[in-house]
């Protein structure tokens, strides 16, 4: 049966803890869906599975490039099917386990991407262009050549927006909504969720428990194997911050503190990606301590029907 389990929701909420118990259960292999995962060496900031964990259960999509490596959405759409496609013709389940939204549901609702090959030098000439004008100008731009791209992109985020233009720029005229190809297996989309508040403490709490690893010294030796912050694995939550502490602009409490309220909005805009009212999602709050149990029950009832 050509079946794949997906693991959604917000960050912290435990995606990456259940998917290994039930991949254990059912014989299953986890295709990571996250975007932070991809990258080596940034183990402790991304809450990578420990080597423990990775060892129980076959992973893929976790450390593919270095940090300073291009990686686009359609490479990880492509990667990712390939190995939900080898683990079903191993007779495995393949569980697809992330809160990266767009990595989700490009691979669920088959998006048609463009695979548009890098423009240095245009990507060059916007990047001085948002340092001139302002990346919200810049996104401004891309809101009137093309909306449909622009309402999946934070206005902030400069790399997405300047990679959106540039996508547009190839195919010379407005774009419609990315069309959208059937996959060849049917989906089980099961997502976690948790009181609001209780969710922001377990943030909180896996924020601390990384200082305590040691994503400091994690940053340091990123640094000094001369990745910069101004790449985008560098500018994530937690490493953008740490880097602040590093250059003194930020005491190590302020730091850590910003990372803890950074990761909050963070998870306040997963839940545009993964909508509580989405029928198609099979939601259980983690606070419930029978939703476990139910969890294993529709899986194993949808994989033995």
């Given at each position: ?17 259940l ?37 129980r ?66 990507r ?6 948002a ?12 809101v ?74 994690e ?87």
């Amino acid at each position: 049966m050509n079946r794949l389990i997906a693991i959604v929701g917000p960050t912290g909420v435990g995606k990456s803890r259940l998917a290994i118990k039930l991949a254990q259960t059912f014989n299953g292999e986890i295709v990571s869906a996250d975007s932070r995962q991809v990258y080596r060496y940034m183990d402790i900031g991304t809450a990578k599975p420990a080597p423990e964990e990775l060892s129980r259960v076959p992973h893929h999509l976790i450390s593919i490039i270095d940090p300073d490596e291009d990686f686009s959405l359609a490479q990880y759409q492509k990667l990712a099917y390939d190995a939900i496609h080898h683990i079903l013709q191993r007779g495995k389940l393949p569980f697809l386990v992330g809160g990266t939204g767009l990595y989700v549901w490009s691979v669920l609702e088959g998006w048609e991407i463009p695979a548009v090959p890098p423009d240095t030098e245009y990507r060059r000439s916007l990047e001085e262009k948002a340092s001139r004008i302002g990346k919200l100008e810049l996104y401004q731009e891309l809101v009137k050549v093309d909306p449909a791209a622009a309402e999946k992109i934070d206005p902030r985020n400069v790399r997405r927006t300047i990679r959106a233009l540039e996508v547009h720029r190839s195919r010379q005229s407005v774009p419609s909504r990315p069309g959208k190809k059937e996959p060849p297996f049917d989906t089980l989309i099961i997502g976690l969720t948790a009181e609001r508040q209780e969710l922001y403490r377990m943030i909180d709490a896996r924020v601390d428990k990384m200082v305590e690893q040691g994503l400091v010294e994690e940053v340091e030796a990123l640094v000094k194997r001369g990745y910069d912050f101004t790449l985008p694995s560098m500018s994530g939550i937690g490493y953008r911050q740490i880097g602040m502490f590093l250059r003194g602009e930020l005491t190590l409490d302020a730091a850590i503190e910003k990372i803890k309220t950074e990761t909050h909005r963070f998870v306040r805009q997963q839940y545009n990606w993964f909508r509580l009212e989405d029928e198609r999602i099979h939601w259980f709050d983690m606070g419930d301590e029978e939703a476990e149990a139910a969890i294993r029950k529709m899986i194993a009832d949808c994989h033995s029907g």
